[in-house]
């Protein structure tokens, strides 16, 4: 059984940083694209990043290019996003996704399994 385990989330001041961890079990993590999504209060879920199996592609939202960065470690089974230069719109909850495949892929249906997800607050 996949589990998705995200870490990282907390109240951080605009322009701050964090760093949020996926933790995954259950899988071969190193066959699988992972991705982040977020959710504001009332809003859909929305793709902020994606990683390829073997790190060699990266896509992200344009509403976070150049100040988030997502990476992983498949020796850890670990993804990662760092987020930097944070804005007030960026407070979601922030949710890791693994894809059915090994590419780049936005969309909700493309992933299978989710973590709980992890509150981001960014206040002014």
């Known amino acids: 059984q996949v589990q998705l385990v995200e870490s990282g989330g907390g109240l951080v001041q605009a322009g701050g940083s964090l760093r949020l961890s996926c933790a995954a079990s259950?899988?071969?993590?190193?066959?699988?694209?992972m991705g982040w999504f977020r959710q504001a209060p009332g809003k859909a879920r929305e793709f902020v990043s994606v990683?390829?199996?073997?790190?060699?592609?990266?896509y992200y939202a344009d509403s976070v290019k150049g100040r988030f960065t997502i990476s992983r470690d498949n020796a850890k089974n670990t993804v990662y996003l760092q987020m930097s230069s944070l804005k007030l719109e960026d407070t979601a909850v922030y949710y890791c996704?693994?894809?059915?495949?090994?590419?780049?892929?936005?969309?909700?249906?493309?992933?299978?399994?989710w973590g709980q997800g992890t509150q981001v607050t960014v206040s002014s």
């Open positions: 996704a693994k894809a059915g495949g090994k590419f780049i892929y936005t969309r909700t249906d493309s992933f299978d399994a």
């Open positions: 259950g899988l071969t993590f190193s066959s699988y694209a």
């Open positions: 990683i390829t199996s073997n790190s060699g592609g990266r």
